[in-house]
């Protein structure tokens, strides 16, 4: 009797550790079948890519004419001001509901278009989206600014990521959208040099797009819609994306065009507002790094917009770690590049109390020199 259930409790025995290693080996199977995905489906957007423009109006630009700029990180719809993101070390990968995402992008396109722009660069624009509940966002503003030509560059093309595993940030797709009052008649996609660690996987397709615009004087006006690296960016990565936008920019002057570059830098642009607007203390995040000024000083005819209007430096950006509130870290990373050809004539960074986005627009005023 007894060697009976000895053999039965063997037995058993023998059933649990089957399962069990059919449990691993399952887990196993699911893992790396998942981590095979997301490798093969990982590629990178050709570079020098042609776009196609969507021109609504004959229009030109004129020398000695003021016109208007406006840059504005959307943050795909997601950052209302209590928004906190994982990568930033807050809680939060998705946005809270289709209609926050919808809300938050129509907050942002009023924003802008109170300041009526001649031309508008916007980042973080998703079009089918897991985190944004594959809301259109590149529709909806081409619907509020119905008038303007447009074009679109891709900068994010992920396969499902399951993180974090409680709420996947899922697949993204997303891109650079810039706006003109003006006849468009080329558009090129530049990919920029991006980390090849294993925190591509989560960073962007990063690239600048270049949009030109026929000038009356038979020049062109170049316009640059940026979103530099913040994620998995090391300073020799981040030097050589600025090199690229820098020489572009340089090339273009030298064949005697005007250049306007704007968007989201990843930088603390004036270089010392992560001191001046948090306390007067030094305050580092991987993805705040001081603007390169060294090497912007190898280009003579490129030049940083950092003279505000009203003397007053206004932060662009919050670590979204935390809800946001007044204290809270801040710092200036979206902003405007311009050649020596092009005068400014108003600058400035406008409050929104991060309502709508985890980023605050940014406005500048110019004329292109006869």
């Known amino acids: 009797m007894q060697k009976i259930k000895k053999e039965n409790k063997k037995m058993i025995l023998k059933r649990i550790l089957r399962i069990m290693l059919c449990v691993l080996l399952a887990l196993v199977i699911i893992v790396g079948g998942y981590v095979l995905y997301v490798v093969l489906s990982y590629s990178r957007i050709e570079d020098n890519l042609a776009l196609t423009p969507e021109s609504k109006t004959e229009n030109v630009v004129k020398t000695g004419e003021e016109y208007t700029v406006v840059t504005q990180n959307i943050g795909f719809g997601a950052y209302t001001a209590d928004f906190t993101f994982f990568m930033d070390g807050g809680k939060e990968s998705r946005a809270r509901s289709k209609e926050s995402v919808e809300n938050c992008v129509n907050k942002a396109a009023e924003k802008v278009a109170s300041l009526n722009p001649d031309f508008a660069l916007f980042q973080e624009v ?8 594959h809301v259109d966002e590149r529709k909806m503003l081409k619907e509020s600014f119905f008038a303007y030509s447009s074009v679109f560059a891709v900068n994010y093309h992920s396969a499902y990521l399951f993180y974090p595993i409680f709420e996947p940030h899922g697949a993204s797709n997303s891109g650079i959208l810039t706006l003109a009052n003006k006849k468009i008649t080329s558009s090129l996609r530049k990919s920029l040099p991006i980390s090849t660690s294993f925190s591509k996987f989560l960073d962007l397709d990063r690239c600048f797009s270049i949009t030109r615009m026929p000038t009356e004087n038979g020049k062109e006006l170049v ?29 273009e002057y030298e064949a005697g ?26 305050v580092e995040f991987g993805w705040a790094m001081p603007f390169p000024e060294e090497l912007l000083k190898n280009y003579k005819n490129v030049e940083r917009a950092t003279e505000y209007t009203d003397g007053k430096l206004t932060p662009t950006c919050r670590n979204c770690d935390v809800p946001y509130k007044e204290g809270n870290f801040t710092i200036i990373v979206d902003g405007f590049l311009i050649t020596s050809n092009v005068t400014v004539s108003y600058l400035e960074n406008i409050s929104t109390a991060f309502v709508y986005s985890d980023h605050n627009p940014a406005v500048m005023k110019f004329t292109l020199s006869a």
Do not use: P, W
Not at 227 to 241: T, V
């Open 126 to 133: 998703d079009t089918s989206s897991t985190r944004s509940y």
């Open 223 to 251: 316009l640059y819609n940026v979103h530099l690296s913040a994620y998995g960016g090391s300073d020799e990565i981040r030097h050589a994306q600025m090199t690229a936008l820098f020489s572009d920019m340089q090339k």
């Open 257 to 282: 065009n005007y250049c306007v570059a704007g968007g989201d830098f990843n930088h603390d642009f004036t270089g010392d507002s992560t001191k001046k607007l948090n306390g007067g203390e030094e």
